[in-house]
């Protein structure tokens, strides 16, 4: 009875793989077919792969692109891991009332939608004429509550032994965080860098509001263009929806063991 359970298991795993894994394979598949091949539903690689690349750039401005989307998910990622750190170190390690008051406050906007908030923000960037600026696109990400919150969490679990010691020893309190407090939390840091770079990467809406020169494109938005007109060419779509894909999906898989390590050890 126990075999029959686990193979009965195995299959449910298998096919439940094979179902999340089967969205990938199709784009891939619609990457290298053409746009007649994808209407038809062809779920075969094809040979028009270069051909989808060729239109792409010819399209639209790729190498522009990716290099725009790295520049802000790469900036705004280590920026935001250092703000968010610091911040969440120090509503543990310099714990008191007001500012666990403070956190509940930051805690309370993660309620708030960010479409709520996004024409207020526009008007703030406008009157301070920073509209098309990397610095109002970079600005509204440095520093979020779900980080701050997964750093103090993190935070607990440091020995405050070690603070204290190292404090005796005369060592200052930013040595101290990041000669010790850095290195010990790798893996909160790796799962912090993965949802942070997921998300600059993926942002679409703030950039395409408030970015107005087409030099400013990022991938969310040269995806999103391929799909304007009144035809669209899918394997070309397909193609630059898995250029898009990749880089995320890369990141993830290298640092899957920390994103796993990170968040389980913030949770607790």
């Avoid at 598949?29 to 994808?38: L, R, V």
Wanted: hydrophobic share 55%.
């Amino acid at each position: 009875m126990t075999k029959v359970k686990t193979t009965i298991a195995y299959i449910i795993l298998i096919l439940a793989s094979f179902l999340s894994a089967f969205p990938l394979y199709y784009m891939i598949c619609g990457a290298t077919n053409s746009s007649i091949d994808i209407v038809r539903g062809k779920l075969f690689p094809g040979v028009y792969l270069m051909e989808n690349y060729q239109s792409l750039i010819a399209n639209q401005n790729l190498g522009r692109a990716m290099f725009n989307s790295f520049r802000n998910a790469i900036v705004i990622t280590v920026i935001a891991l250092l703000i968010c750190s610091i911040a969440g170190y120090g509503f543990e390690i310099y714990h008191d009332k007001g500012k666990d008051l403070l956190m509940n406050i930051l805690l309370l906007a993660m309620m708030l939608p960010f479409v709520a908030i996004m024409i207020p923000l526009f008007k703030m960037f406008s009157s301070w004429k920073l509209v098309n600026t990397w610095i109002a696109l970079a600005l509204p990400s440095l520093s979020t509550p779900f980080l701050i919150m997964m750093f103090r969490q993190a935070a607990r679990s440091f020995p405050h032994d070690i603070i204290q010691a190292a404090r005796l020893e005369g060592l200052s309190e930013i040595r101290i965080f990041f000669t010790m407090f850095l290195p010990i939390m790798k893996s909160t840091y790796g799962a912090a860098m993965t949802v942070t770079f997921m998300n600059a990467w993926n942002n679409y809406l703030w950039p395409t509001i408030i970015l107005q020169d087409s030099n400013q494109i990022t991938m969310p938005m040269l995806v999103a263009n391929l799909k304007s007109g009144y035809s669209v060419d899918y394997g070309m779509l397909m193609l630059g929806v898995l250029i898009c894909t990749l880089p995320t999906a890369i990141i993830f898989l290298c640092l899957q063991k920390s994103f796993a390590n990170g968040i389980a050890g913030a949770v607790k």
